[in-house]
Every structure is written in C-alpha cells, then in structure tokens.
C-alpha cells in the first residue's frame, strides 16, 4: 500500500491530533492548498478503511479519525514502518542538515541530491530554507562553486544544532516503547530511522541504562523533552569517540562550566559511559554534558538548600515582577505559592537555554495560541517587558502559558474517581491538564501526574481513569488526549466517565486505596499546617554587639527551648553555610543564615537585631552592610511538600521594597503579623489547590 509523504504527514496530524483538526490547519502542515488537502483526504479513504477507521467531518470543517484505539495504534505502526520513497520539505531539510553537520569536509551539492533521489534545484532550495534554522545556533551555511557546501561555526554550535534536530524528529512515544518495552524491531527501525540512522537502538538503551544509574545524582526533575535531549547528545558524543573524532571546546567555557554539582555528576555519568562502552570521556565531553544537565535540571525544592540562593535571587524578584504585571492586565489575583514556585522550577533552566542559546520546541504552540490567544498576548508582553533585553521565543511563552493558565481554571477537588495522567510536555501542561480534568469532571478527586520516564513506577489498573497526551502500548488502554483538552477530547472522557458509572470495572481502585489517597493529601496539608505553627511559635526578636554572639545566642536559647538537640553543632552549620557563600540579601540591610541538621526538631524563624550594621558578604559576592540578621532552621527530615513552605517563606525577604521594608525595619509585632498573614494565606491556598506532588 503506497502512501506518500504528504498523504503520511495528513495521516500523522489526524493520529496526534486525536480530538479533529480543521481543513485550514491540515493545509497549512502539508504546506498546500485547502483543495490539495480535500484531494488527498478522498484519496485516503482506502488507507483509513483498511484499518477499520474513518475520517470524520464535523462542523467548520473539522476533520477527526473515528476507530479504536488498537486500530490507531496499528495504523500508526504502518506509518512509521515503512521508508518513505519520498519527504516531505521538513524532513529533507533535517536529513540534508544532518548531512552537513556530520560531516568534517565540504559535500557537494549532486553527491546530497543523489543521496535522497532528489534534484540539485530542490537541495538548494532546500538549503536556502534552512539557512535562517542555522542562524539560531550561531551557524553559517557556505556554499562557493569549486569548494562545495560547508555549515562553519564552532564545534559547541554544530553539537547544539545535531542534537536539536534530531530530538526534534524523535516521535516520543516511539522511543519511550522501544527503549522500554517488550523488544519490538519495528519501534526500533522507527527510532534508528528518526535518529536519521546515526545509531542503533541497542546503542541508545545502554545509554540509557547508564543515565539512569546516575539519574538520582540530579538536583531536580528533569522533563521528559530535557531528558530525551541528554540522550541524543550523549549517544551522539559516544559515537564520535568510538569513531576517534577528537571533541573541542573553547578552554575559557570549558573552565567556566567545571563547578557546581552538575559538574560533579557530568564526571560521574562519563566514568560510568566510559566503563559501559570501553571507552575514555575527554574533558571537553564532560563539560558538554555540564550544559545539558545545567539546561534541563529543575530549579525545584533542592535536597540540600530550600532557601533563596545568588542564582535565585534576582530571578525570583523578576518573576514576582512577571505576576503582578499579568495580575494588572487580566485583573485577576494569580499570587498563589504554586504559581512562584512553579515558575521559579521552570524558569530557571530555561532561562540557562535562551542564554546559551540552545533551542526551545514546544509542539503545542499553535493550539496554545488558538486556544488562549488573549492570555498568551498579556504573558508575552509582560514577558517582554520583565526579562528585557533578553528576547524569549514564543515556544517558552506558550508554557509560560500554561502556568498561567492552570492558575486562572484550578479548582478545588470534590469526588471520588482517580485518575493517572501521562504528560511529556512538561510540568506547566501537566498542571494545565490536571486543572483542565478538575474543571471538567467534579468526579476526578485525586490526580497523579506521571512523567513517561517514571510511568514503569505506576501501575495503570491502580486508578479509575489511565489519560495520557501521547501514544501508549498498556494492556489497559488510555484516553489519548491533548494538554489543552479540548471540547471533543472532553465529550470523549465524559462518555468513558459515564459508561464506568453505570458499569464499574473489576480492575476499579479499591475504594480503601482512594481513602489512603486521600488521606494522605490530608497528611500532607496537616505536615504543612504543624510546620507553620513551629515556625511562629519559634518566632523571636533579640539584640547583639555581632554577628556571631548573635547566632550562638540564638542557638543557646532554642536548645533551652528544646527547639534543637545541640546548639554548638547548629551554630557550626550556620558558620559553615556563611563559609560556602555570601548571606547578604542584595539591596537590602538583611542577611539570611540557614541550615537543614538533623539537630533542629522543628522549623525556627528567628531575627538578630544588631547594634551597628555590619559588613558581611552578600549573595551578589560584594561586601554590604547588614543591621538585621534572618535565621532559618529545619529538620533534616524535612519532607517536599514542608520545605516547599519554608522555601517559600524565604522569598518574602526578596521582592517589593515595602514588603522588604517589614523585615529590615519593623517592630517584632509588625513582622509577626505580616508573617501570620502570609502563612494563612499559604495554607488557605493549599487548602484550595491541594498538595502540590512536583
């Protein structure tokens, strides 16, 4: 059965786009007119017939395939199993430019127009498109007569742009089946295909195994995209040594990038390759594994610090400035804990991308415009305006979206059915999911999200509903969906809702499991709840000649308070903590000292007052005067969800200067109440939205 690329492209969009695509939108993929589209769908019909589907016309021209979901899936495997005697215009821009940046020689322009059976005049108009792709990465396309066809920029660029394309041709759910589940050649002739035949799925599965075992190294979640990336570079890097291809980076980068934690665990990850392949990782090799993991971990609640850091700093003050500028324009209240923290998890690696300017894809960026277009405008502009003069892409203002978005349609969960949620585009679409299901159905009370990484650690039979926003071989079949959820995939779920309303599964979770479930929510708000009230119980104002006197007072009285087992070992922590960097809050009179032991009982908010400012060092690494000294403690068992609070507590000494104005000059009763204040509308706001899982 022949199917060319464009037909194939039509075909794919129908199967990923699940809930109906409009005639405009299929025209506009395929690069043809409307009428091409209507063509091309009669002809089609055959194809979808032999797979016991349909293709569907609704209202406005929306196209949708109607059939089961083991025919989908069987239509989807005829799609990708076959090698295409054609491409389309995308796919042989990537193949041409993978070409290019593989190669250490100038090509000639008949050698690539032989190698995909195209002519000369299609390469070069190939080629003349993906010039402006190639800017993005600081990459130059050279073509002279005589000479031949070059890509010229520095090693670092042409490894960021390979990476990025071939990620890019990754279908996600493909990969995840072949690394993962039961070995399948067609998914892995798939895979090796869309790796544009680099390397063979049993080279990506070591690499994979291998990330794994140092995967817990990482100080954060990393998105199944971040992850799919590191991935690719690394089996593209393990090819390159095996072939004997020496691997260079600037010396001044290199050195730039070998500090920090992410260095720590980049040498660890390419000891453990180098015993997994035989092979020996060069330093510049470590120091690009150092940007893949510094642009993909999350900037979430850290194992080890929870409190504002340098890095942190000046980005939490931009982001509190991005809220209030949404607030403004939408006239809403969206100053939720979740909300800060969330994009403060987000924000923090990407930012690191833009800056190195490593790609960002988000292939729900059309229906985030389509579906929010006035809320993607304000967050734009607000964008804009708030991170200047960096200039952030509509692909990352489309999640930004998304977080906005799960703010403005979160509501409080009421019912009794459980669901588990597959979401691989990150955290902002997965809450924007998850609200979207609250919203939608009163009946869906507990919601779990699950990256397509972490899904071996659920069973599906364990929840009501099994929803997932790409394709999955379960032997419990999921409802495919979109994160944005749309009116059709909505009706979709409703009837599923329905028809197990009147008809229970036997697989249906135990009734006592979804009281465990709940329970537990109810646990972890009731951890929150007693966390706050140590920490304003503990609450204190004193007076010291020092900086020192001041922390050993402190310690001394909250060891006879029986607030911590042993004041001498506190006090050495503190000490330490101001050792390993600046404690000063820059541009203010404040400093923060802060230690997680396993001598503190509970939370502890303290504040030393001193007789004369004293210049300690700041976050900013310059010397700055400090009058008032803030000290925070926590248990070293401290769960997530309670050093999300104290996390968050910690960011109001960073933000608007009357707000900043309490804690540097307010009376011991004023900074009480503030800090009540704040803790009560913590709570209520969990209350509201549940316990954040992240």
Not at 345 to 365: A, D, E, G, S, V
Request: glycine residues 6%.
């Amino acid at each position: 059965m022949y199917v060319s690329a464009r037909e194939r492209l039509i075909l794919l969009t129908l199967l990923e786009a699940g809930q109906g695509v409009s005639l405009s939108e299929l025209a506009k993929t395929a690069a043809v007119s409307p009428r091409t589209v209507q063509r091309d769908i009669k002809g089609l019909k055959q194809v979808v017939d032999y797979f016991g589907l349909k293709i569907k016309r609704g209202s406005h021209g929306v196209l949708q395939l109607e059939g089961s979901h083991s025919d989908f899936s069987q239509l989807e495997q005829f799609l990708h199993s076959f090698q295409a005697v054609d491409f389309t215009p995308e796919e042989r821009q990537s193949l041409l430019l993978v070409k290019l940046l593989d190669s250490h020689e100038p090509m000639k322009l008949f050698t690539l127009a032989n190698d995909l059976n195209i002519t000369e005049a299609t390469v070069s108009n190939d080629l003349t498109k993906a010039t402006e792709w190639l800017e993005q990465f600081g990459l130059q396309l050279v073509r002279k007569r005589g000479y031949g066809i070059d890509i010229e920029g520095t090693e670092t660029n042409v490894r960021r742009a390979m990476s990025s394309i071939i990620a890019e041709n990754l279908n996600l759910g493909a990969f995840y089946r072949a690394i993962y589940a039961v070995k399948d050649n067609q998914m892995e002739r798939e895979v090796t295909h869309r790796m544009l035949n680099f390397v063979d799925v049993s080279t990506i599965r070591l690499v994979v195994d291998t990330v794994e075992r140092v995967k817990t190294s990482l100080p954060g979640q990393m998105s199944d995209q971040a992850y799919i990336r590191l991935i690719v570079h690394v089996t593209l890097a393990i090819e390159r040594i095996r072939q004997g291809e020496e691997i260079t980076m600037d010396q001044d980068q290199l050195e730039a990038l070998e500090t920090g934690e992410s260095h720590e665990t980049a040498l660890e990850l390419g000891e453990k390759l180098g015993q997994a392949f035989g092979i020996s990782v060069p330093r510049a090799e470590i120091g690009y594994i150092v940007m893949h993991l510094r642009g993909a971990q999350s900037a979430s609640v850290d194992i080890e610090s929870f409190y504002i850091e340098e890095s942190n700093i000046e980005l939490i003050e931009r982001i509190k400035a991005l809220i209030a500028g949404v607030e403004d324009e939408w006239g809403v209240s969206l100053s939720t804990p979740s909300l800060l923290q969330g994009l403060l998890t987000h924000l923090k690696p990407t930012l690191y991308r833009i800056r190195q300017k490593m790609k960002i894809t988000n292939p729900l960026l059309v229906r985030i415009k389509s579906e929010y277009p006035s809320l993607f405008a304000v967050v734009r502009r607000q964008v804009k305006k708030t991170f200047a003069p960096l200039e952030v892409p509509d692909e990352e203002i489309g999640y930004l979206v998304l977080h906005f978005g799960a703010v403005l349609e979160r509501r409080k969960r009421f019912t009794p059915l459980s669901a588990l949620v597959v979401c691989a585009s990150g955290i902002g679409s997965a809450k924007m999911l998850a609200s979207r299901l609250e919203q939608e159905f009163p009946e869906i009370t507990s919601i779990t999200n699950a990256s397509l990484f972490d899904l071996k650690k659920y069973d599906p039979d364990d929840f009501d509903l099994f929803i997932s926003t790409v394709h999955l071989d379960q032997s419990k079949s999921s409802l495919r969906v979109s994160p944005v959820l749309t009116t059709e995939e909505v009706n979709r779920i409703r009837a599923y809702v329905d028809e197990r309303k009147v008809q229970p599964s036997g697989n249906r979770k135990d009734p006592a499991n979804v009281q465990k479930t709940d329970l537990a929510t109810f646990q972890k708000t009731a951890d929150v709840s007693e966390a706050i009230h140590h920490f304003l119980q503990s609450y204190q104002m004193d007076g010291s000649k020092s900086v020192e006197e001041g922390l050993w007072t402190s310690c001394r009285t909250l060891e006879e308070h029986a607030q911590i087992y042993d004041s001498s070992s506190v006090y050495q922590a503190l000490l330490a903590r101001e050792s390993r960097g600046g404690v000063a809050i820059p541009e203010t009179s404040l400093a923060l000292f802060h230690t997680r032991t396993k001598d503190v009982r509970a939370p502890v908010f303290h504040i030393v007052e001193l007789d004369n400012s004293k210049p300690i060092a700041s976050m900013g690494s310059e010397m700055q005067h400090v009058k008032r000294i803030m000290i925070m403690l926590a248990p070293e068992d401290f769960q997530e969800h309670e050093l999300a609070f104290m996390s968050y507590m910690s960011m109001l000494f960073v933000g608007p200067k009357e707000q900043v104005a309490r804690f540097e000059t307010g009376t011991k009763e004023e900074i009480y109440y503030f800090l009540e204040q704040k803790c009560r509308d913590y709570l209520l706001a969990l209350i509201q939205e549940g316990v954040e899982y992240e």
